[in-house]
């Protein structure tokens, strides 16, 4: 039986082998009608330019609100979500969703606010993605430059040839590609240098002990100055503490996002969030 904990939050790492079963199969039957319901949502991250400390992206960043177990986490739900096809739909969804969002956000002339979202290995090997990527920007009139694209490096690495040919063709189109969760998959270097990628985002498994561990603090600054030279922006994540923002202005880390600067919030708060800093 699934389990509701903290915060209404559904945990599913919680669960027996078998409960998991069950999971998988309820999940996969629930979430098509979800979607059709309405009952999937966004929530933005501010990511916060730290030189100048304004909001200047967001990471969208999906939920499930479910009738019973209340909200679902994406921890618990995107890899099923893989693995019966599901994402597919859902990450239409998200795009367009996010497209939509980004057209309110010129509406309101916050024009320099740009919105990523992340893309999982069955949507970047789907090949509707440039299609459709192309037709929601169209339809929203979006400057593809403000839609940044997450991939994480393991994604990346699984079929390297399909990766440099999609990556070529989004970087034509104009959208940011940023690597997810940058230092704990299978990265490779040299991929590194040849694949056109904008932005380079440092795990938060780096960030979490600063500034307890110096080797965490050597790592990241290496990471920093290596994406530097590459011509790469960087974006530190899960950012807690005053102390780690400031060692990583002190390392000229481009941009911060965390929990300091704020939570995951419902678009509306964005735009309250925006308004503020705008006075
Ligand atoms: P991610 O892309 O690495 O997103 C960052 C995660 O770190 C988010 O978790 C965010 O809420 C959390 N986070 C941000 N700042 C802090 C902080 O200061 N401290 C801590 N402890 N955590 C922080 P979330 O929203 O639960 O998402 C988890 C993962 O689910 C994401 O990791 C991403 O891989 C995946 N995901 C979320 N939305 C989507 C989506 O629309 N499509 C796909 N394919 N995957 C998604
Ligand atoms: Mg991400
Ligand atoms: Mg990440
Ligand atoms: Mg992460």
């Known amino acids: 039986q699934a389990k509701e904990m903290g915060r209404n939050q559904f945990r599913f790492f919680t669960e027996s082998l078998h409960e998991q079963l069950q999971t998988y199969i309820r ?3 629930e979430m098509p009608k979800s979607l059709e319901d309405e009952n999937f949502y966004l929530l933005y991250q501010p990511q916060v330019d730290l030189k100048t400390s304004k909001i200047i992206s967001v990471e969208a960043l999906v939920r499930w609100k479910h009738p ?3 909200i679902v986490s994406p921890l618990d739900f995107i890899s099923i979500a893989e693995e019966t ?4 739909p859902l990450g239409r969804w998200v795009l367009s969703t996010a497209c939509r ?4 956000l010129s509406d309101l002339q916050y024009d320099d606010v740009r919105i990523a979202i992340n893309l ?3 949507q970047f090997r789907d090949p509707e993605l440039l299609n459709m990527i192309r037709q929601a920007l169209h339809r ?3 400057d593809p430059a403000r839609l940044e694209l997450e991939i994480t490096e393991t994604l990346l690495m699984q079929d390297i040839d399909l990766a440099i040919s999609t990556l070529t063709e989004l970087q034509q189109l104009g959208v940011t590609v940023a690597i997810d969760d940058f230092g704990i998959g299978y990265s490779s270097f040299n991929y590194l240098k040849t694949l056109p990628i904008n932005v380079l985002k440092v795990d938060r498994e780096f960030i979490k002990d600063i ?3 110096l080797d965490d603090m050597e790592i990241t600054a290496a990471i920093i100055s290596m994406a530097h030279r590459l011509k790469m922006k960087v974006v530190a994540e899960g950012i807690e503490t005053d102390v780690q923002k400031v060692f990583l202005e002190e390392h000229h880390c481009d941009v911060g996002q965390g929990y300091l600067f704020s939570k995951p919030v419902p678009l509306d708060e964005l735009f309250e969030q925006l308004a503020q800093q705008h006075v």
């Open 85 to 88: 096809g599901f994402i597919v």
């Open 68 to 70: 019973e177990l209340g």
């Open 140 to 142: 929203y009139r979006i």
């Open 27 to 29: 999940f996969s039957r």
């Open 101 to 104: 969002a980004l057209r309110e």
């Open 120 to 122: 999982s290995s069955r």
């Open 211 to 213: 500034p307890d561990h």
